[in-house]
């Protein structure tokens, strides 16, 4: 397995944990009816900051295995790799972003309550990473 | 074309008529990963022509020898 692709699974493996734990947090308020007084924008500064730190930790143990190829460039078929990926997940990010500001601009923002349009656009924008990561995974084990 | 379908090569022979050539070997005189010569060598992945034109400088051998052009149905 190459650096990149190694790069590519700790992201994506931090990201279901660190945002998986968000997003079950954020069921767990609606359920309660909480919404209105959680302070989730506190919470996911500090996951945020987990999420650096740990990305860090875990690239550097991985690097530090292979030096070389961790200071190297990508190649031109990484960077395809990446590029492709990227393009997928760049759409969903729009696709979120847009209803988002549908949202705003439906004058709807009084009966949809802060809360789930920022934490919805949050979680489209996480759900975009996730699929980039998992597409780049997919395409370092098929070849191309 | 663009899938690469159409294009094969002689990458794995040519390596081991040069003494046995390792993947990584290939890889690290064409500035590639070794994953990267892997995926041209089973036919994955069509390379650039820097890339190609690389591997062949690699290997000594002009590039019509490493890599050949195949048209649908023929």
Redesign the interface.
Known sequence: M?Y??KSVWIALLLDLAIYGYYAWSLYEVVQAGQTETYEYFDRLIVLVVILVIATIILESIVAGASPK?STAPA????RLIALKATNVAYTITVIGALTAAGFIADNTFNRVPLFYIANGLFLAVVFAEIVRNTIQIVR?R??? | MGS?DFITNDIRKLRFERGEMTQAELAAKT??????I??IE?G??S??L??AFGIAAALGVPLEQVFHYRKDGA
Do not use: C, I, L, M
């Open positions: 190459s990149r692709e190829e190649d031109e078929r990484e370092f098929r070849g191309a | 690469g500035g590639v990963t070794r994953q990267t892997n995926a089973q994955k992945y390379p650039s820097e890339v």
